[in-house]
């Protein structure tokens, strides 16, 4: 007995268990500071819960006053691991993929099992599961990264005890990756200027522009303002201020002159956009004028044409006129420009020949797409232009009205 309103019922580690006279549990341990012992509760009457909360307590290595441990609940199952992970994502760059794959985890058969529980065969029959439904194994390898971060960081955090945390194994084989099909397959000039003539909405025609000019990811352009535009050093910045590099790296690019022409009538908010919100895909509007311009097919074998396929054929471009590695890779983000003091001067993003290899046959891709193109690309066409004097009116409203939509 500890006194009239508690007694002792169970000892775990340096802990012990006391049920209080209402019922209620709490844990106790011996302060030598004050060389007393204290208590703080546990907030449950069960007390397989109790035993479970303590143990928590040895699991996590916990010494002295434990109660802030017991405000943070030790991690059990994939649910808890990953709906405490959401706070950590949402302020990654890549914040709408991960959440992506965290939900498609939770909606399979591991969301509520518990972690301590889980071995190889587990991992092995939900990949089962998912290629079944036609994912990618890339697909899977990407979306088990995800709960392998989270368990990485629960267990950095103390939440999850590392004789607890799983090993998560990667299915995806260096035969895989080599013998993936590409994210879009190389078009010519005469076939992207067709895809070009066969869309009509302006921010779609300002995409494709964007993308004969930068080679940037889709999802760049998409976060894409005006406000990073630099006319005067005729510089873009491909990575929006405050965002985090990610090892998709966002280069800046010098701005090859066909693109001036555009890049001077960018409002300071998002250049594509789409009924006043900025554009999160293109996926459908690009379809379609794939489809008009009937580029799904090659030589009778179907053919997978997107934002991606200008990446690709800007690179075999630019390969083919003769531009090195090094330069191809900085232009496309594929690495960050080095910082060799030795090599300061040729690769600094202002300096008067930064990638100017790349640059010369950047305008060269350009105005060959032009060349063939029956839409006037060399010059921005009038629905384009009648479309950033709207971007630009609607930025005005907004900054003499901030409360207007």
């Known amino acids: 007995m ?40 546990l907030k449950t009457d069960s007390i397989k819960s109790a035993c479970e909360i303590v ?25 808890e691991l990953l709906e405490g992970h959401r706070s950590y994502i949402a302020n990654l760059a890549s914040a709408e993929a991960e959440g992506i794959q965290t939900d498609k985890i939770l909606e399979s058969a591991l969301a509520d099992r518990r972690l301590a529980s889980l071995v190889r065969s587990d991992f092995e029959a939900l990949r089962d599961d998912w290629l079944g439904c036609g994912l990618a194994i890339s697909t899977v390898s990407r979306r088990l990264s995800t709960l392998r971060s989270a368990v990485r960081r629960a267990v950095d955090d103390r939440r999850l005890p590392r004789e607890h945390a799983p090993k998560i194994p990667e299915f995806r084989t260096k035969n895989d990756i080599r013998s993936a099909d590409p994210k879009g397959d190389v078009c010519s000039p005469k076939e992207l200027a067709a895809i070009y003539d066969a869309t009509v909405d302006p921010h779609l025609r300002v995409l494709w522009a964007a993308l004969f000019a930068t080679a940037a990811r889709d999802g760049a352009l998409f976060d894409f ?6 006319l005067v050093n005729s510089r873009i910045n491909l990575n929006p201020p405050k965002r985090v590099q990610t090892k998709k790296y966002r280069p800046i690019l010098p701005i090859i002159e066909p693109f001036r022409r555009w890049a001077n009538l960018f409002p300071k908010d998002h250049v594509i956009q789409w009924r006043g919100e900025r554009l999160v895909s293109a996926k459908s509007g690009v379809r379609r004028a794939v489809d008009r311009a009937g580029l799904g097919k090659r030589d009778g074998q179907d053919i997978s044409v997107n934002p991606y396929s200008v990446r690709h054929s800007v690179g075999r471009f630019m390969r083919r006129h003769g531009v090195e590695t090094e330069e191809i890779s900085l232009w496309l983000g594929h690495r960050a420009p080095p910082s060799n003091c030795e090599t300061t001067l040729i690769y600094s993003p202002y300096g ?8 010369a046959a950047v305008e060269k891709f350009f105005e060959e797409i032009a060349s063939h193109a029956a839409t006037p690309l060399l010059e921005p066409p009038q629905n384009v232009v009648d479309y950033f004097a709207r971007l630009r009116s609607d930025t005005h409203k907004r900054k003499d009205n901030p409360n207007a939509r």
Not at 28 to 36: E, G, I, L, M, V
Not at 225 to 230: L, P
Request: hydrophobic share 35%.
């Open 2 to 41: 500890t006194g009239q309103a508690y007694t002792d019922v169970e000892t775990i580690g340096p802990w012990r268990i006391l049920r209080h006279c209402n019922g209620q549990f709490y844990v106790s341990w011996y302060d030598a500071f004050t060389r007393q012992m204290r208590r703080a509760s």
């Open 55 to 79: 143990q928590g307590l040895v699991d996590r290595a916990v010494v002295g006053v434990p109660r802030d441990a017991l405000r943070i609940q030790p991690i059990r199952t994939v649910r």
């Open 225 to 230: 303002t005006g406000a990073q535009v630099d």
């Open 352 to 359: 008067p020949n930064y990638l100017s290899n790349a640059k």
